[in-house]
């Protein structure tokens, strides 16, 4: 059996003493694992970086089984990022993310197009955390809704208002408005508002998103399946 995909790079690990296996996001065929012979080799390693955009051929005896690529450079995303630590650091933790989140062989193509879009934004603005901050959490809660852990931010969870929304609460996932959530501050994740398109971000707001997509990411993907959040995630937080 064989098949031709594209595919983004989300992880690389040694096996054996010159061959690779890649696990890849691929635009067809969910997130694929394979082994590449002479993956750790110098004429490849380059290319099987985490995050580099590939063109694939996959073939095994059985569906089933690891089955072997053969892969050829489209886009090399994580060489245009060496020289800006925050955004190779964004780069990291989407691929380890996706690595910990997806089901194997589950065909997920919006997330891949939206992974695109994430990478190729990325490329092109500065290294500022008040603008790769923002696009991250937005495409975290978009891997939530991909999932089927969507949040409702659209009105209060108390009052069905659409104003003054300031908390998310963390049993539902919805959106509570300053007045009704006030008695249970303490309790509440901060909405920040560039999550209801409000354009002027700032650090702050930044790492309120990082918590907010955190916490449900741990709890609805990853605690079910004994998984924490990556530290390549966690260390974002470093670039505030």
Not at 43 to 50: A, D, F, K
Not at 91 to 118: F, K, M, Q, W
């Amino acid at each position: 059996m064989e098949f031709h995909d594209q595919g983004i790079i989300i992880s690389l690990r040694k096996y054996g003493e010159y061959d690779a296996v890649i696990d890849v996001l691929t635009a067809d065929h969910g997130r694929h694992a394979g082994l590449v012979k002479g993956g750790m080799g110098r004429r490849q390693r380059g290319t099987l970086q985490p995050g580099n955009e590939v063109t694939l051929k996959w073939r095994g005896r059985l569906e089933s089984q690891l089955g072997s690529y053969s892969v050829e450079l489209h886009n090399a995303r994580a060489a245009a990022f060496l020289d800006y630590p925050s955004k190779l650091g964004v780069l990291n933790s989407v691929c380890a993310i996706l690595s910990v989140s997806l089901a194997e062989r589950e065909e997920h193509r919006t997330l891949y197009d939206g992974l695109i879009i994430l990478l190729d934004n990325l490329e092109h603005m500065d290294h500022k955390p008040e603008n790769w901050g923002a696009l991250l959490v937005h495409w975290e809660i978009g891997l939530l809704s991909e999932l089927g852990f969507g949040l409702d931010l659209s009105c209060c969870a108390a009052t069905g208002l659409t104003d003054d929304l300031t908390y998310v609460s963390p049993k539902s996932g919805r959106a509570v408005s300053r007045e009704a959530g006030l008695p249970y501050h303490d309790k509440m994740l901060t909405l920040p508002p560039f999550l209801l398109g409000r354009t002027d971000v700032t650090a702050e707001h930044v790492r309120e998103g990082l918590r907010l997509s955190e916490f449900f990411l741990e709890r609805h993907v990853l605690f079910p399946h004994n998984k924490k959040i990556p530290q390549a995630r966690r260390m974002l937080m470093d670039f505030m």
